[in-house]
């Protein structure tokens, strides 16, 4: 081999080396049909030590396409239902050139219509390129699914809005489809825009502007920039909507406003926090950093995000800084910590709240997450008033561990409830970076997070280039870190076990509760003041360690809560005297963040009512606060000022989670309950029960199928009346059900299967229900009935048989407002439950078994018919065929809805007379069954 031909080998590798993709793209809005008109030519660059036979192109413009698109199924599973109702016209799609699609070898990839696949005629050997001239149209959706495309006055925000190349690496092409999770993943690309716009919008890129070309009709511009991952484009009919803040790193370019300070005072703030940036990463990519309002609410500050703009409890500009702040790192991070971002969420997130968290560290070491309002009277003695504005992450995270709905902080960003993939996983990647930051004691985290953000530069990175970068340079074993911390879900939980003091020190005994192998801390405290701090090793089970017992009166594990404990209420010991002062009671009203080194119990006043009862007021004792708890009580003592007598109610439960996610079955909860209420005028029932819950759920957490085995002993004690003698006021009995639920937005099914049994009867029942939601907006909801008594002694006694229309609810489990009632308003509150009908017809009830199949349709939005049929089968008579039909307002289902009788076994009922007694309602006061409705996204 010749000197000259190595010459020329040395000086061509790093030139291909460098090379990348190129796009040149020349773009034409018609605002009238919202429809881009784009000539694109595409020069792909084979940078990979492999031949090239087909190239995958972004095309996520198309995901709008339709309603099978994995976007739209996102949707779905979200509850999101305003694409699934929206027109063609609302929605978006990519429209390739007839003479485009001759040209090359198109086709979409299964299942993803969002992405294009060119297969080509000829290998691409490595080191060559491609040219691609592509012409095609971009309809663009209605900003109301993503709050990216055209907005209802007219402007745009615009996302994914032309064809990108996709990533090879590791010999394959690297891909995925849109799903609203804002992770764009495209190749780098030097980027040549020309836009043609009308001329009442204004256009703002992330791209640099070279020209500006103002017309009579149309507005021109060219953008240039060489290595972007994506080109954002805004064009408003706002000139000078986005102000730019020229710092030392880079020209900020942005819309996040702040009426109460002025340019300067954002322009001080923005180069206080680029300047943190440059020095805790490098450099930004860009000469320009585009930061939309758009961009912030995809992963706002939470809390702060929620204050209406008249309350402000932070020091003057905090609230315009942590925003910036959060919006800077993100993209900063994004833009140069190259890699897959669905796949390595967690990553990114761990970088960059951490980055967040030592910023205001830095600058607000003493800053309340509470602000001013923690100097409150009143509010100043609230666990949640004292804490610091970081002590946020770690308890926000602890919610998902204590619902049992923890993932693995690898787990790909798609596969992530929407809670963790918002908050529960980014808050404990991030605390988990500060703990091994404050295990190693140096800077080792924070160098190998520069080093690489510098090796992503070259190439793209993961996880493990992180791990290799920090093992390099750590004198400490980071193993547990990448082995267990981040790859593994099971709750983190150690206790003191005991103590034995000696005149010098002190023996502390710890257990593991967990079979998680993390190095733990331990501590010696004067009162809150810490003497000494000491990391031992990961160990399973338990282990003894000895510390010093100078000026100390107290020991604890993790004292500092750098690691998300799952509980850290058996964490600490005293040293004094008497040991039942290691967790002192206290006693607070209403709710609050959980004081571990106390027994904490709340009271809140409680008020409920019922017609016989009327308006129940007292005290409820309970020990739940803000996070969940396996064991839980609440006892409800209050005043009926209608009977004038003290009711109320007692419960305790214990919640075993099940953490192994190859078991269905989920969690298992058993405990006993007691209530005494009036259930008519001047007569109290006494219910005790006794119940275990076992709930099954998908490996797939983001599913929302839920099953599960209830098993309950019920006791009911009843006054007698005089005037009306029960045969058996008294009774037990023993149930089982089984339960399926899927709900989803476009159809809902579950079915019930269940049996009671007791001295008096025994009886099985079964319920089917179904919802399908059509692309027209109309909803069909069927329910199928049926139960049959086993035996029955009760005689004529109709207390226990099956309801056709009102069930006389004798387990006392429905929220009756006059559960004895049979004339008036009260009686017409309507339950769905047992046979399901809305009239009231006769026969009422059955002692031997019933069919029955409730059915309704909307006819317009809100407004539904329905129709219902059945058997109703009494001893010694030939079953009976009923019916009711009329007209259905569903106005929030199952929470709010009228029922209007037309036509049934009894007539015309809309033509008899006292009709408004034949009006049937639900009306839900629960609060907690509102709360569960919006939670179902998140959870």
Known sequence: MSLKFLRLLFLVIPMLAAAQHSTNIIATLDADQDVMTIRQTIVVVNDSDQAWNEVIFLDWANAFVNTQTPLAARFAQDFKNNFEFSSDRDRGYTRIDSATAARYNFSRVENQPDILKIDLDNPL??????????????????????????????????????????????????????????????????????????SALNATSNITTITV?????????????????????????????????????????????????????????????????????????????????????????????????????????????????????????????????????????????????????IHYPDLKLAGKFSDFFGLRSFNAAKLKFNEQYPLLYLNTSRLNLDQAITTPSDELVKYNQELGIPYKAAVGLQYLDDYLDNDNVEQAIKQLYQLSNNRIVDGHDFQELLEQSSQQPTAWFFDDYITQHQRMDWK????????????????NKSDRVIPVSVYSLFNDSIVSKKYIPGFIGDTTVTLSR???????????????????????????????????????????????????????????????????????????????????????????????????????????????RDQRLFQVRYGAGANTFSYEDDLMYRR???????????????????????????????????????????????????????PNLKRFFSYNVGTEISAQFGKVTGRIEWRKLFKDQRQLNLRLYAGSFIYNDTGDNDFFSFALDRPTDYLFDYDYYGRSEDSGLFSQQYIVAEGGFKSQLEPAFANEWITTANASYSIWKYIFAYGDVGFVKNKFENPQFVYDSGIRLNLLQDFFELYFPVYSNNGWEIAQENYDQKIRFIVTLELGLFIKLFKRRWY
């Open 688 to 742: 005790v029960s006794g119940f275990m819950n076992l709930a099954f759920r998908p490996e797939d957490l983001r599913s929302n199928m839920r099953q599960s085995l209830t098993i309950r002993n019920i006791w009911v004690n009843r006054d007698r009346d005089p005037a009306s003698p029960v045969e058996d006021p008294d009774y037990n009995v023993f149930a089982l059900n089984w339960n399926h639920s899927d």
């Open 213 to 361: 070309a103002p017309g009579k009709n149309k507005n021109s511009y060219l953008f240039e920039g060489e290595g972007f991952q994506e080109i954002l484009l805004h064009l408003d009919k706002r000139p000078g909507k986005f102000t730019y803040y020229p710092t030392p790193q880079a020209t900020i370019v942005s819309d996040i406003q702040e009426k109460d300070l002025n340019f300067d005072e954002k322009l001080k703030i923005n180069e206080k926090i680029t300047a943190y940036l440059g020095e805790r990463l490098g450099d930004y990519k860009h000469d320009q950093l585009l930061l939309s309002d758009r961009y912030y609410r995809e992963s706002p500050v939470y809390g702060l995000s929620s204050l209406p703009d008249f309350i402000n409890p932070f020091p003057d500009g905090f609230s315009y800084e942590i925003r910036m702040l959060k919006t800077l790192t993100r993209k900063w991070v994004e833009t140069g910590v190259r890699t897959n971002p669905r796949e390595n969420f967690w990553l990114q997130q761990a970088i960059i709240v951490s980055i967040i968290m030592d910023y205001q560290e």
């Open 125 to 198: 050997l490595p080191g060559s390129s491609q040219e691609f001239r592509l012409n095609y149209e971009v309809k663009i959706p209605e900003n109301d699914f993503t709050s990216y495309g055209v907005t209802s006055s007219g402007n745009y925000d615009l996302r994914y809005w032309y064809l990108h190349p996709a990533v090879f690496k590791d010999g394959k092409w690297d891909y995925f489809s849109h799903k609203d999770l804002d992770d764009f993943y495209g190749a780098p690309l030097d980027v040549k825009v020309s836009l043609h716009i009308p």
């Open 550 to 660: 100078k000026l100390a009166n107290r020991v604890a594990v993790n004292y500092e809560k750098l690691l998300p404990e799952f509980s850290q209420r058996d964490n600490y010991r005293t040293l004094k005297g008497l040991p039942s002062l290691s967790r002192p009671l206290s006693v607070k009203l209403f709710k609050d963040v959980e004081d571990p080194t106390r027994t904490e119990v709340f009271v809140m006043p409680d008020v409920g009512y019922n017609l016989y009862d009327g308006l129940t007021i007292g005290p409820r004792f309970y020990n739940g606060n803000l996070l969940s708890k396996p064991f839980r009580y609440s006892i409800k003592p209050t005043y009926g000022f209608g009977s004038n007598k003290l009711v109320g109610s007692i419960g305790l439960s214990y919640a075993h989670p099940i953490e192994d």
């Open 496 to 511: 003191i076990k005991r103590v034995k003091k000696s005149t010098d020190s002190v023996d502390i005994v710890i257990k």
